[in-house]
């Protein structure tokens, strides 16, 4: 694009000369003129190629950028969902060795062994459990499953945990699902 507009230009300031080549004073002007242009053509030319350049590299650094933080992206879910599958892992050795006793007593106690490094686990994982009876109703992290009426308990105070519910930091995993009292 550069070389055709180079062109044209010598083209018109030859066209120049040669219409009048009788004017040698005018000559001269118009020879310095088409230097002149050349001159500044050739900068911007060269101004040109190294806006280009920075701009393409820009370009494939950019690409590149994007490229790596999705691949980053995915290794961070996968990571977080094998170490979330790792910690449960025990709890599962937990449950088959209880399962192996023919005892009441000795599946009891293996399935409290079993209920305490499941709780360690969450606790590890930042989950906490809520809804305890006599705690106060929150409709936001609640599900109220039945109405009763209590004396011995006040207005909107749960009677009864069908299912605990699960929080990590703020957001709730699930809902606890209860029974609400007066």
Do not use: H
């Given at each position: 694009?550069?070389?055709?507009?180079?062109?044209?230009?010598?083209?018109?300031?030859?066209?120049?000369?040669?219409?009048?080549?009788a004017e040698k004073k005018e000559d001269k002007k118009l020879?310095?003129?088409?230097?002149?242009?050349?001159?500044?053509?050739e900068e911007k030319t060269k101004e040109f190629d190294e806006l280009n350049d920075r701009y393409m590299?820009?370009?494939?650094?950019?690409?590149?950028?994007?490229k790596r933080t999705a691949k980053e992206k995915e290794s961070i879910y996968t990571d977080a969902y094998f170490d979330a599958l790792s910690s449960i892992l025990p709890i599962i050795d937990n449950v088959e060795r209880?399962?192996?006793?023919?005892?009441?007593?000795?599946?009891?106690?293996?399935?409290?062994?079993?209920?305490?490094?499941?709780?360690?686990?969450?606790?590890?994982m930042s989950v906490t459990s809520y809804g305890e009876p006599g705690d106060a109703f929150d409709p936001n992290i609640h599900d109220a499953m039945m109405h009763v009426e209590r004396e011995d308990l006040g207005e909107n105070v749960i009677a009864d945990v069908f299912q605990k519910g699960y929080k990590k930091d703020d957001r709730v995993l699930r809902h606890a699902m209860v029974t609400v009292a007066n």
């Open positions: 694009m550069s070389e055709e507009i180079k062109n044209e230009a010598t083209e018109a300031a030859e066209e120049k000369v040669k219409k009048k080549p020879k310095n003129e088409l230097e002149k242009a050349q001159k500044s053509l590299r820009m370009i494939a650094e950019y690409d590149n950028y994007r209880a399962a192996a006793y023919k005892e009441s007593d000795k599946v009891a106690e293996g399935i409290g062994l079993i209920l305490k490094s499941f709780n360690e686990v969450l606790e590890k």
